[in-house]
């Protein structure tokens, strides 16, 4: 709790990413198998919700299951979307409890249709929560999105509902499964790796990246608020020069 009284209320980021590295390797350290990992990880991923919510952050958004992850042994990859299943009918009590909204960003009809009727159920009750927002990103890539939103937008070009004089940023950020939220303000990768492994990869154009070797099962409440201060030494310009 020390550290969290140590945080500047007025400079919270309102909107959270955070790559969750390590799954595979904190159960390798341990020699247990790599499902170990990721179920520890679920208990950290409700132990940084809670944190967020009660810094005040407004939308946390977690990278849960990219479209690369696709390539991964089948076992491993039927053995996830069983741990979401669980997962998500665990908690939904506690974000209702919490006044916390679920969302998912994603190719969802690429996942498992138990998975697809499960997401929906957790969306439709927690939509009315006014809270902060967790989002999960599932099935997700930053090219996936940039790619997807383009093919709209070209679709709507051809039903002549826009002409190439409407597109700008905004306009494209529109179209990105992200719409409606505000850019990250704070990116956060656990696991010691320094890349963004095509996450959000035009939302966090602007975004403070914050990299630790903590491995995610063992990042908690106090690395959070860590990193909440670290994000509150910096000094965001944005291309602009700082006035004296």
């Known amino acids: 709790m020390a550290e969290q009284q140590t945080l500047q209320e007025h400079n919270i980021p309102q909107h959270v990413a955070v790559i969750m590295d390590g799954n595979g390797r904190w159960a390798k350290q341990r020699r247990l198998q790599r499902m170990f990992g990721h179920r520890n990880g679920v208990d950290a991923v409700r132990a940084i919700a809670e944190a967020a919510a009660e810094q005040g952050v407004k939308y946390l958004t977690l990278y849960a299951f990219s479209t690369e992850n696709w390539a991964r042994p089948k076992i491993e990859v039927n053995a996830l979307m069983s741990l979401l299943v669980d997962a998500i009918d665990k908690e939904e009590v506690t974000l209702n409890r919490n006044n916390i909204k679920f969302t998912t960003i994603g190719d969802?009809?690429?996942?498992?249709?138990?998975?697809?009727?499960k997401l929906k159920n957790i969306i439709r009750s927690t939509a009315k929560n006014t809270g902060m927002t967790l989002v999960i990103a599932?099935?997700?890539s930053g090219r996936w999105d940039i790619t997807t939103a383009v093919?709209?937008?070209?679709?709507d070009a051809e039903q002549g509902k826009l002409s190439a004089a409407d597109v700008d940023e905004a306009l494209l950020a529109s179209y990105l499964s992200t719409s409606g939220m505000p850019d990250p303000d704070l990116f956060i990768r656990t696991g010691g790796d320094l890349r963004v492994s095509n996450f959000l990869i035009w939302q966090i154009a602007y975004s403070e990246l914050y990299f630790t070797p903590v491995l995610w099962p063992d990042f908690g409440k106090q690395h959070f608020a860590?990193?909440?201060?670290?994000?509150?030494?910096?000094?965001?310009?944005?291309?602009?020069?700082?006035?004296?």
Do not use: H
């Not at 969802?108 to 009727?117: D, F, G, I, N, Y």
């Not at 093919?151 to 679709?155: A, V």
């Not at 860590?226 to 004296?244: D, H």
């Open 226 to 244: 860590e990193a909440i201060k670290e994000f509150q030494k910096r000094e965001r310009r944005f291309g602009r020069v700082t006035e004296e």
């Open 151 to 155: 093919r709209q937008m070209c679709r």
């Open 138 to 140: 599932l099935s997700y």
């Open 108 to 117: 969802a009809p690429a996942l498992p249709q138990k998975v697809q009727s």
